[in-house]
């Protein structure tokens, strides 16, 4: 039985998984995400090691049979500095951190976005390692000089179970990798500054990389010294695998406390004259790459809505069904995060707006209003990613069976659910069985999703709401450029 764990922002996940891809056993801890006033949102390394073991042993507890691997994923981006050993230099710096805002906003003005993103196919924004690098190499240059690696959760939590210092291409695809080659590219880091910080870089790891728990790794854990352990793909490429992403042009959807969005292809080509915005992730199959679209739109904003009209989370597909398309006439910008967005565009000034409300309004009707414009997002970042094929969606936006309808009338196309939640998981240990040369019925893996299919008398309505959302958001941005 293989155990996948998911080490999300806020909650880690372990899910262990038979040989047939059935879900057997599941177990979730909380970790401590740190927001402060000044948008830095850090979390305690530590804290996050002992939710990795504090799930394992209780999954391992539960078990029939004995554990025979170990398959990592968890959220990109930020830095998790650590020393020669792995232990933290520093708290761990989030994905969601807004400190380098103004580092991204000079190399916007420099054109070292478009350079680099030209060479990797990425994005700069505020979370992303290059620009909390450049940041640190400012303020805090002592914290680096004793740092040994500059690397992401899965990588970190990875060497402090097997002692290995490892990244998978996944997480290196973020902003440095050169995807024809998946090396470094030393331009597009001399690009940022940061030449001499290069030697903090871990190597990506190849194709089927397989480590093994040491002595620590085993006592934290509580399983045999010497078990197989794999370390990726991060998060979203791990859902995508989990979800049934497998032929180029299919997508995916992850409706969780922000949006993901990517779509599969076949060979590293993007456009280098496009925006610079978005990821290109390196998947396991040397092949194959996802043109990811990670908006910072998503749940939290829903949190925000509910607890801003004295509702409650729950409460969403009633609320949904009491305001019709289209909300009544209000309409909504969805960018709600401090940090602004950083796809289809980033812009760190980008905040949300709400328009067309009157007093005859209900609660019912910005809480709609919210949701279809996050459903908007989507869209534009699908668009932008290339989707042609299939869509799958998960997260706990589309544990709402009405944001669904929605999701599905705004895109236009059918929208595949997967049956289990923890596709995270599921991609992970579908990643690790391959490497470890079992067989993956990919068919049975993927048995018992729901298909939920767009409402014609809503898509000619919503494809006008959207081509309108498009003109407000571009009058936004020049507001917000202003």
């Given at each position: ?124 924004f505020p979370g992303c390692a290059a620009a909390l690098l450049a940041h640190l190499d400012a303020e805090e240059p002592e ?340």
């Amino acid at each position: 039985m293989i155990v996948g764990v998911d080490i999300g922002t806020s909650l880690t996940k372990a899910v262990a998984f038979g040989p047939d891809g059935r879900s057997v056993a599941h177990a979730g801890a909380a970790s401590e995400l740190r927001r402060y006033p000044d948008g830095r949102v850090e979390q305690d390394p530590e804290e996050v090691l002992g939710t990795v073991a504090a799930v394992v042993r209780r999954l391992a507890a539960e078990l029939d049979g004995p554990v025979t691997a170990v398959a990592l994923t968890g959220q990109g981006d930020g830095l998790w500095l650590r020393d020669e050993a792995g232990r933290p230099v520093r708290p761990a710096i989030s994905w969601l951190d807004g400190r380098a805002a103004a580092t991204v906003a000079r190399w916007q003005a420099a054109g070292v976005d478009r350079e680099v993103f030209r060479r990797t196919g990425s994005g700069l924004f505020p979370g992303c390692a290059a620009a909390l690098l450049a940041h640190l190499d400012a303020e805090e240059p002592e914290v680096l000089d004793r740092a040994a690696v500059a690397g992401y959760c899965v990588d970190a939590v990875a060497q402090r179970l097997t002692g290995t210092v490892s990244v998978d291409v996944s997480d290196a695809s973020l902003p440095f990798l050169d995807p024809a080659t998946r090396r470094y590219d030393d331009t597009a880091i001399a690009a940022c500054g940061l030449t001499h910080r290069r030697g903090l870089l871990a190597e990506p790891a190849p194709p089927g990389t397989v480590l093994s728990l040491d002595a620590e790794g085993a006592r934290l854990l509580g399983l045999p010294e010497g078990l197989p352990v794999t370390a990726g793909p991060f998060d979203m490429p791990a859902c995508a695998i989990g979800a049934g992403v497998r032929e180029p042009g299919d997508g995916l959807l992850i409706a969780g406390t922000t949006l993901a969005c990517q779509v599969l292809r076949k060979g590293p080509w993007f456009d280098r004259e496009g925006e610079p915005s978005g990821m290109l992730l390196a998947a396991p199959d040397p092949e194959l790459y996802l043109r990811a679209m990670a908006a910072m739109v998503g749940t939290a904003g829903l949190d925000w809505a509910c607890e801003l009209v004295g509702a409650d989370v729950a409460d969403t597909d009633g609320l949904l069904a009491a305001s019709g398309p289209g909300a009544g006439g209000v309409r909504a910008l969805p960018f709600l995060s401090g940090a602004g967005e950083r796809a289809p565009f980033v812009d760190a000034a980008a905040r949300a707006r709400f328009t067309g409300l009157t007093l005859q309004h209900t609660r019912a009707d910005l809480v709609r209003a919210l949701c279809e414009s996050v459903a908007f997002a989507a869209r534009h970042c699908l668009e932008e990613a290339g989707l042609t094929g299939a869509l799958y969606a998960c997260g706990g936006g589309v544990r709402s069976p009405e944001w669904t309808g929605i999701f599905a009338d705004v895109l236009g196309r059918p929208v595949t659910v997967p049956a289990d939640p923890g596709v995270g998981a599921r991609g992970a240990v579908i990643t690790a069985a391959r490497a470890l040369g079992r067989p993956v019925d990919e068919e049975r893996w993927a048995a018992g999703a729901r298909t939920v299919p767009p409402r014609p008398e809503n898509t000619g309505f919503y494809q006008r709401v959207y081509t309108g959302y498009r003109s407000c958001l571009a009058a936004a941005r020049r507001d917000w450029a202003a």
